[in-house]
């Protein structure tokens, strides 16, 4: 049965029957049932069926969905899709760069999303369609991809400027394989603050989450070294891990060593007083993201690039005193 056959049994044109199928609001109630009816009753219903979505669909990529982290950005940001009338689709792409442009041809060819927001990407994301994209992450070359920043460097340095008006000269990291962009931010601004790094007081692990931060903080204790006074831990579930693991030892925060962590997410329920963390601003960030991609959807997309940054903070908390000297 052609949609011809169907519009003449149904006395309609061939437009109507195709709008009507496509649940368009342009034809009344009782057309589209009259013609729905016709369709079922020749078995072409399914073959022509075709329902648009009324809402924007927008694709949400992310690194994974473990720990609070990305969990929070995922669901803030579904937060501020449905505040803007669409719906959310979120796809894990593991920290794999592969999997990333993967999951970015799919929705940009295969699905047809509307929008895609890119949360810290593997790599550059690249896109040679009209389908919008914005990423959270680093600054992105490519027209067609904008771009939302996380200015780290600036409450990386006052953090740093911090300690060495408290005293301290030797400042450690304590963090784990996948946090990578943390870890040379920590070498860039040391370095930059003219202290110098020891390799004892530097402790990459394979573990994650807070057991990362026992196994780091434990690496670093071993060397039989002079300890770090303070520490950057390079995100909250690292910072309890390194913690817990300095009380088992008999060392306690900040008396023995301070610690300050490299993001806000557990910073209001932390155990042992106000953590000294650089804050993330995740909801911030979301908001601008999903606000750029609503911006090119509602004007048309077109090629031009847009940036925005989200400046992050150093905030003082209870984790953080001066060194004391041991005589």
């Given at each position: 049965?052609?949609?011809?056959?169907?519009?003449?049994?149904?006395?309609?044109?061939?437009?109507?029957?195709?709008?009507?199928?496509?649940?368009?609001?342009?034809?009344?109630?009782?057309?589209?049932?009259?013609?729905?009816?016709?369709?079922?009753?020749?078995?072409?219903?399914?073959?022509?069926?075709?329902?648009?979505?009324?809402?924007?669909?927008?694709?949400?990529?992310?690194?994974?969905?473990?720990?609070?982290?990305?969990?929070?950005?995922?669901?803030?940001?579904?937060?501020?899709?449905?505040?803007?009338?669409?719906?959310?689709?979120?796809?894990?792409?593991?920290?794999?760069?592969?999997?990333?442009?993967?999951?970015?041809?799919?929705?940009?060819?295969?699905?047809?999303?509307?929008?895609?927001?890119?949360?810290?990407?593997?790599?550059?994301?690249?896109?040679?369609?009209?389908?919008?994209?914005?990423?959270?992450?680093?600054?992105?070359?490519?027209?067609?991809?904008?771009?939302?920043?996380?200015?780290?460097?600036?409450?990386?340095?006052?953090?740093?400027?911090?300690?060495?008006?408290?005293?301290?000269?030797?400042?450690?990291?304590?963090?784990?394989?996948?946090?990578?962009?943390?870890?040379?931010?920590?070498?860039?601004?040391?370095?930059?603050?003219?202290?110098?790094?020891?390799?004892?007081?530097?402790?990459?692990?394979?573990?994650?989450?807070?057991?990362?931060?026992?196994?780091?903080?434990?690496?670093?204790?071993?060397?039989?070294?002079?300890?770090?006074?303070?520490?950057?831990?390079?995100?909250?579930?690292?910072?309890?891990?390194?913690?817990?693991?300095?009380?088992?030892?008999?060392?306690?925060?900040?008396r023995d060593m301070s610690?300050?962590?490299?993001?806000?997410?557990?910073?209001?329920?932390?155990?042992?007083?106000?953590?000294?963390?650089?804050r993330m601003h995740i909801?911030?960030?979301?908001?601008?993201?999903?606000?750029?991609?609503?911006?090119?959807?509602?004007?048309?997309?077109?090629?031009?690039?847009?940036?925005?940054?989200?400046?992050?903070?150093?905030?003082?908390?209870?984790?953080?005193?001066?060194?004391?000297?041991?005589?």
């Amino acid at each position: 049965m052609t949609l011809t056959k169907l519009a003449q049994l149904a006395g309609v044109s061939v437009s109507t029957v195709s709008k009507a199928l496509s649940e368009s609001a342009e034809i009344s109630e009782g057309t589209r049932a009259a013609i729905v009816a016709l369709a079922k009753e020749h078995g072409c219903y399914e073959k022509y069926y075709n329902p648009k979505y009324q809402k924007k669909l927008i694709a949400v990529l992310c690194p994974e969905i473990l720990g609070n982290h990305y969990g929070r950005m995922a669901n803030d940001m579904e937060h501020e899709i449905a505040a803007h009338g669409g719906t959310m689709v979120l796809s894990v792409f593991g920290f794999r760069a592969e999997k990333q442009r993967e999951l970015v041809e799919y929705y940009t060819k295969f699905a047809r999303a509307d929008g895609i927001i890119v949360i810290e990407p593997a790599e550059k994301v690249k896109n040679d369609t009209d389908i919008p994209i914005v990423q959270i992450g680093p600054e992105n070359e490519s027209r067609g991809v904008d771009c939302v920043k996380a200015e780290l460097a600036p409450a990386m340095e006052e953090a740093v400027r911090y300690l060495r008006k408290l005293g301290h000269r030797r400042i450690g990291f304590v963090g784990e394989e996948l946090a990578t962009p943390e870890y040379e931010a920590f070498l860039e601004t040391v370095r930059r603050a003219r202290l110098e790094i020891l390799p004892g007081h530097v402790a990459v692990s394979s573990a994650r989450f807070e057991e990362a931060g026992r196994d780091a903080m434990g690496k670093i204790l071993s060397t039989g070294d002079e300890l770090p006074t303070a520490v950057f831990a390079a995100y909250s579930h690292i910072a309890l891990g390194t913690r817990r693991f300095l009380l088992e030892k008999g060392l306690s925060v900040p008396r023995d060593m301070s610690i300050i962590c490299m993001d806000d997410i557990l910073s209001d329920t932390y155990q042992w007083g106000d953590l000294s963390c650089i804050r993330m601003h995740i909801g911030e960030l979301c908001a601008s993201a999903t606000e750029l991609l609503f911006a090119k959807l509602r004007k048309g997309h077109g090629r031009t690039k847009r940036s925005v940054s989200v400046i992050r903070e150093f905030s003082h908390g209870d984790t953080v005193a001066p060194p004391v000297e041991k005589t």
